[in-house]
Structure formats: C-alpha cells, structure tokens
C-alpha cells in the first residue's frame, strides 16, 4: 500500500520559511520522480517543484530562486524548502510520487501552508 505523508506546513509572515516534508512507504522510492503542487482556494492544483530520480529538478516560475526541492532516497522522503514566502503563495501543498514505468501517480493528503501579510 502506497502512502505519501506531508509535513512541515503551517502558518508564517511574509518573508518567512518553512521545510516542507513528504515521507514514502510502500513504493521503491528512488525510481519514482517526485513532485509537489499546491492548490489555493478557488484555484487549479498546479505543480511548485519536481525532481526526477536522478535528481534533475524543476521550478514553476513564480517560485524559482525562493523553493528548492531535494530528495532522501535512504529515508525515502522528499522535501520542500520555501523562503521568502509571499501572501500568494498561501495554498495546500500536495506531495506526488509518479512511477515513470507504469506512469502511475500516488497523492498524499496535503499540508497547509497559510502565509500572512
């Protein structure tokens, strides 16, 4: 049984940062490529960061220099690190884990993030 566990959001000021984590089991965690997304209220779910399991990385726009993903393949845990963070960047950050050989997706239940102007 495939299970994602999300960790480190919470509430912080403008400016602020957070590690954000997301802890596999059930899956051989180094070939999967990681991502995680956010949703905001109101919005679409949209992908922040991914990280094959080479390690080759990749930032939406509107957060790159801020976010930096990493991955643990001996604790089978991805993390987020998120600085200087904005108002807009408040959502619920979903971890994924995608196999790139059956290309099945795996979704862990979410950790919120609330940043205050």
């Known amino acids: 049984q495939v299970q994602l566990v999300e960790s480190g959001g919470g509430l912080v000021q403008s400016g602020g940062s957070l590690r954000l984590s997301c802890a596999a089991s059930?899956?051989?965690?180094?070939?999967?490529?990681m991502g995680w997304y956010r949703q905001a209220p109101g919005k679409q779910r949209e992908l922040v960061a991914s990280?094959?399991?080479?390690?080759?990385?990749n930032y939406a726009d509107s957060v790159k220099g801020r976010f930096t993903i990493s991955r643990d393949n001996a604790k089978n845990t991805v993390y987020l690190q998120v600085n200087s963070l904005k108002p807009e960047d408040t959502a619920v950050y979903y971890c994924?884990?995608?196999?790139?050989?059956?290309?099945?997706?795996?979704w862990g239940q979410g950790t919120q993030v609330t940043v205050s102007s």
């Open positions: 994924n884990a995608h196999n790139p050989y059956t290309t099945h997706h795996y």
């Open positions: 990280i094959t399991s080479h390690s080759s990385t």
């Open positions: 059930g899956v051989i965690f180094s070939i999967y490529h």
